[in-house]
């Protein structure tokens, strides 16, 4: 199966580390991804990762990678206010098809 | 700014109605995609364009019609449509239907009353 699934809400307080969970089903993923949509606007890719890889680290944005278990988190350090959007998991598995999860609400709370 | 634009940003129409959604891309992409996105559910990947060639169209029914009449447009013609299909309408655009990145256009939200 394609199934990604994710929770639907986070709230977090500014300053504070961001974690958001995904899992996914299908074991042939090539690459998984992180978009985020803020209010009004398309996804924005964040960053993404090869399935062969257990860690990404980009400035404030940590992406690990269980390929066992297939979990996908992505954590935000230090999150601010403009961090407060819809952040979707996707994976990968041909050449074009992406499958994305429902999204994760994040709201930081000041 | 992704440089993919979708109009109109907001479409209210009857059941009865035939209306068109627009997506343009300035990236010199070949490949397109429609998604539609409802409230907490996944995104629905509706249609792939490449190279102005339709190469998925995943079980879409027949009242959506996409049209790319070049690599730079794509629409999505509309007709007889049901309340469920209110949504927001995601246009992405990629190098080619191979790539890894996808740019997203701000989406067209549509409520069919």
């Known amino acids: 199966g394609e199934d990604v699934e994710q929770s639907l809400f986070l709230s977090v307080r500014e300053g504070d580390s961001s974690v958001i969970n995904c899992t996914y089903t299908d074991s042939s993923s090539t690459y998984l991804y992180w978009y985020k949509q803020e209010p009004g606007a398309g996804l924005q890719l964040l960053t993404y990762?090869?399935?062969?890889?257990d860690m990404k680290q980009d400035q404030r944005l940590t992406v690990l990678l269980n390929k066992k278990d297939k979990h996908l988190s992505l954590r935000i350090a230090d999150t601010q206010t403009g961090d407060s959007a819809i952040y979707f998991c996707a994976e990968r598995t041909n050449d074009y098809k992406l499958s994305f999860g429902a999204g994760t609400t994040v709201t930081v709370r000041a | 700014e992704t440089g993919v634009t979708q109009t109109p940003r907001h479409l209210v129409m009857g059941m009865t109605n035939k209306k068109s959604l627009k997506c343009e891309q300035h990236?010199?992409?070949?490949?397109m995609y429609w998604y539609k996105q409802s409230a907490k559910k996944p995104l629905e990947l509706m249609f792939v364009y490449s190279l102005e060639e339709r190469v998925e169209n995943n079980s879409v029914p027949s009242r959506f019609s996409p049209e790319c009449p070049n690599s730079s447009h794509l629409f999505l013609h509309l007709h007889t449509l049901q309340p469920e299909d209110s949504a927001l309408y995601l246009c992405a655009s990629s190098q080619d239907d191979g790539s890894l990145e996808q740019f997203f256009g701000p989406g067209t939200r549509l409520t069919v009353l």
């Open positions: 990236l010199g992409h070949n490949a």
């Open positions: 990762i090869f399935s062969n890889m």
